[in-house]
C-alpha cells in the first residue's frame, strides 16, 4: 500500500530558527513529490515540486530534498518567521499520466515572536 | 491568470439530500481533481478528470459522482448525504494532464457541512 507519513505531526519553535520537516513514503516508484502550506480553513499553496531524477529544489527560503532511495524527502525552512505559521503537506504522484497525489498526513508549524 | 475557483465556498445540508459542488480551473488547464479533507482521515483522493474523461478513481462510494464540462470546468456530485461527509472538498487543477513535472494548483475548497 502506497502510503505517505510526516514527522513531526506539531512543531513550535521560536522566530528566526531554521528548522526541517520530514516526509517519507513507503513505495519509491514516485514521479515526483510536492510540498504545500495550507493555512487555516484554506486552500493549499503549492510551494515546491521535486521531479524523481532531482535530489532538492530551492525557492527563497525553503530548500526541499528527494531521496527516493531511502523514500524520504524533508522541507528545509531557514530563519522561520510568524507568518511561516501553517499547516505543511507532503504529496507524492506516482504513474505517468494521472494526476492523483498521495497526502501525508502533514505537520503543523507553529512560528512564536 | 485567475487560479482555481470553487463554489458555494459554505455549505449545509441535512442527511439525505444531495449536493452539487462546482470548480472552475485555471485558464488553459484540461485536467482536474477533486479532494476531501477530513479531520480524521486527512486528505484523499476523489477522482480525476481530463477533456471530459475521468481518468481515475479514489475509494469512496458511487454516492460520489463527477463531470467535466468540454470549458474544463468540473462537478461533483454527492447524493444521499451522511454526517461522514461533512468536509472540505478541494479542486486542483494542471495543465496538460500528461507532463510529469507540472504543478497542481488548489482552489479554496467548499466546506460542507451535513446536519
Known amino acids: 500500500k502506497q502510503e505517505v507519513t510526516q514527522i513531526p505531526a506539531a512543531l513550535s519553535v521560536p522566530e528566526g530558527e531554521n528548522l526541517v520537516l520530514n516526509c517519507s513514503f513507503t513505495?519509491?516508484?514516485?514521479?515526483?513529490l510536492q510540498w504545500f502550506r495550507q493555512d487555516p480553513g484554506k486552500g493549499l499553496t503549492s510551494l515546491l515540486l521535486?521531479?524523481?531524477?532531482?535530489r532538492e529544489q530551492t525557492s527563497g527560503r525553503l530548500n526541499a530534498s528527494l531521496d527516493k532511495s531511502s523514500g524520504r524527502s524533508t522541507l528545509y525552512i531557514a530563519a522561520s518567521q510568524p507568518g511561516d505559521s501553517a499547516t505543511y503537506l507532503c504529496?507524492?504522484?506516482?504513474?505517468?499520466?494521472?494526476?492523483?497525489?498521495?497526502f501525508g498526513t502533514g505537520t503543523l508549524l507553529a512560528v512564536q515572536p | 491568470k485567475a487560479g482555481v475557483t470553487q463554489t458555494p465556498r459554505y455549505l449545509i445540508k441535512t442527511r439525505g439530500q444531495q449536493v452539487t459542488l462546482s470548480c472552475s480551473p485555471i485558464s488553459g488547464h484540461r485536467s482536474v481533481s477533486w479532494y476531501q479533507q477530513t479531520p480524521g482521515q486527512g486528505l484523499q483522493f476523489l477522482f480525476e478528470?481530463?477533456?471530459?474523461?475521468?481518468?481515475n478513481k479514489g475509494n469512496f462510494p458511487g454516492r460520489f459522482s463527477g463531470r467535466q464540462f468540454s470549458n474544463s470546468r468540473s462537478e461533483m456530485n454527492v447524493s444521499t448525504l451522511e454526517l461522514g461527509d461533512s468536509a472540505l472538498y478541494l479542486c486542483?487543477?494542471?495543465?496538460?494532464?500528461?507532463?510529469?513535472?507540472?504543478?497542481?494548483?488548489f482552489g479554496p475548497g467548499t466546506r460542507l457541512l451535513v446536519l
Open positions: 521535486i521531479q524523481s531524477s532531482q
Open positions: 486542483a487543477s494542471r495543465g496538460s494532464g500528461t507532463s510529469i513535472g507540472e504543478t497542481q494548483y
Open positions: 513505495d519509491s516508484a514516485i514521479y515526483n
Open positions: 504529496a507524492v504522484r506516482y504513474g505517468g499520466a494521472t494526476n492523483k497525489l498521495i
Open positions: 478528470y481530463f477533456s471530459e474523461t475521468q481518468r
